[in-house]
C-alpha cells in the first residue's frame, strides 16, 4: 500500500458564528495509546485529497444517520444529462424521469443517545480541506457539519490497527459521524463540492442537504437498512431476511478513488485530471461491477 493508512483519520470542528475554528474537541485529544499515532500524523504533511471515483453531484441530497445502526444512507437524484457509469455499491431506482442514486457508509455515533444531535437539519456548512496543526491531526480531510450550533460533523475515523487508521463502527465518538476517509472525501463530492481539485483551507461551502438523525434503525422501501462493515460486538444490528444489507468499498481495493494531491504531477490543461491518481497503483476490483480485477 502506498500509505493511504494517513487517508484513514478523524477531526472535530467547533463553529463560532460563522467562522469555522479548528478546537481540541474531544474525538481528537490524544490518549496515551493514540499520542505517539497523532506525531505520526503530523509528520506525514497535510495532503489536500482528490477524488477520482464514479459517484457524481447529486441533486436533493437527503442522508439519514442511524443512531442504532451506526450508518448515513446518502440518497439524492442523478443529475439531468449525466452520461457516466455508477459503482457497484450505489443502489438506483426510476424516480419519475429522474433516477435516485442511494449508497450507505457505515459510521461511528456517540457513546450517549442524545451526543449526536437527534433531529433534522436543513444545510451542511463544509471545509473541504482542514490542515493538521500543532494541536490536532486534521489531516487535510474536508468536514461537513450539519450542526452549526454544537459543531457536529462528518469526519474521518481516529483509531489505528495494524498501521491502518480504520473507522470503529460503534457508539465510540463524542457526538461527530466518523467516517472512512475516503467515504467522507466522496460525500463532499456527492454533495457538490468538487473534490476533483485541490482546495484552499480558506474554501468553505454551504449546502442545501437535509440530514435527519434517528435513533433507531433506519429503513429502505421497507427495508431495515445494514452496511456491509463489521461492527463492535455490543452493536445490535438489524437482523432477519428483510434486511437491506448494501455494499460498500474501501481504499485497498479501490485505491485511485481517492488519492493525495501531488502538485508536480498536476496539469491545467484538465479541470478534473482524472488520471491525476493512476500514480497509487491499480484497483483491484472494477469500480462498475465490484468483480475483482484479472
Known amino acids: 500500500m502506498f500509505g493511504f493508512r494517513f487517508a484513514r483519520i478523524g477531526f472535530c470542528i467547533a463553529l463560532a458564528a460563522t467562522a469555522l475554528l479548528p478546537s481540541a474537541c474531544a474525538d481528537t485529544t490524544p490518549s496515551a495509546d493514540t499520542q505517539s499515532q497523532e506525531e505520526d500524523l503530523k509528520a506525514s504533511g497535510n495532503p489536500k485529497w482528490l477524488y477520482n471515483g464514479l459517484m457524481p453531484a447529486l441533486d436533493s441530497v437527503h442522508i439519514t444517520v442511524s443512531l442504532a445502526g451506526h450508518t448515513a444512507r446518502v440518497t439524492g437524484l442523478v443529475k439531468v444529462g449525466f452520461a457516466g457509469q455508477l459503482p457497484y455499491y450505489a443502489v438506483t431506482e426510476p424516480e419519475g424521469t429522474r433516477t435516485r442514486a442511494t449508497v450507505v457508509y457505515p459510521v461511528a455515533t456517540g457513546a450517549v443517545a442524545t451526543s449526536n444531535g437527534p433531529g433534522a437539519y436543513t444545510s451542511i456548512f463544509g471545509v473541504a480541506y482542514v490542515a493538521t496543526t500543532s494541536t490536532a491531526a486534521w489531516g487535510g480531510f474536508p468536514f461537513l457539519a450539519y450542526n452549526s450550533k454544537r459543531g457536529l460533523a462528518f469526519h474521518g475515523p481516529i483509531t489505528q490497527a495494524d498501521g491502518d487508521w480504520k ?5 465510540v465518538s463524542h457526538g461527530c459521524n466518523r467516517m472512512q476517509g475516503e467515504h ?11 473534490m476533483h481539485v485541490p482546495h484552499k483551507s480558506s474554501e468553505q461551502f454551504t449546502k442545501s442537504v437535509k440530514v435527519d438523525v434517528i435513533p433507531g434503525y433506519d429503513s429502505w422501501n421497507g427495508h431495515p437498512v445494514d452496511v456491509a462493515y463489521p461492527a463492535l460486538p455490543s452493536v445490535k444490528l438489524p437482523t432477519g431476511p428483510n434486511v437491506k444489507v448494501f455494499a460498500t468499498w474501501d481504499s485497498h481495493q479501490l485505491v485511485r478513488q481517492v488519492c493525495a494531491w501531488v502538485p508536480t504531477l498536476w496539469t491545467t490543461n484538465s479541470l478534473t485530471n482524472a488520471h491525476h491518481c493512476d500514480y497509487v497503483g491499480a484497483n483491484t476490483i472494477d469500480p462498475v461491477t465490484g468483480a475483482a480485477v484479472p
Do not use: F, K, M, S
Open 184 to 194: 467522507v472525501v466522496e460525500l463532499a463530492q456527492i454533495i457538490g463540492i468538487d
Open 167 to 171: 473507522l470503529i463502527r460503534g457508539p
